[in-house]
């Protein structure tokens, strides 16, 4: 998020709420803490925020960070795979039916 983007969501929050009005630190700390978020994302926080409360949001109700990139659901895949492959090859396909059958 740019600068010019937090100063639209702050200008946002004071207009809503007019008892709210940010200190110079407040909007530097905003500044460095919205470097790394998602300004659609954020506002759109933001805006469900102003349907649902009549207080200011704090920080932690409207930020969004990114989510860390991960290929666990492909390696957990991998391994399922990997798991009835060596189970096919372990097993017969009746070698455990004529172990429990009635005789």
């Keep these: 998020m740019t600068k010019e983007e937090v100063v639209k969501l702050l200008i946002l929050i004071e207009s809503v709420y ?3 009005v940010l200190k110079d630190e407040t ?13 659609e994302k954020v506002m759109d926080r933001v805006k469900n925020h102003i349907r649902k409360s ?7 109700d409207i930020a969004v960070f990114a989510s ?4 666990f659901p492909k390696t957990l ?3 399922l795979w990997k798991g009835r492959e060596k189970m096919k090859h372990e ?4 070698q455990w039916l004529a172990e429990y059958s009635a005789r």
């Design 18 to 20: 007019p008892n709210c």
């Design 68 to 71: 860390e990139e991960n290929d």
């Design 27 to 39: 909007v530097q700390q905003w500044f460095q803490f919205c470097s790394k978020m998602d300004y």
């Design 77 to 79: 895949q991998t391994w």
């Design 54 to 60: 009549p207080f200011p949001p704090a920080f932690a």
């Design 91 to 94: 097993w017969k396909s009746d």
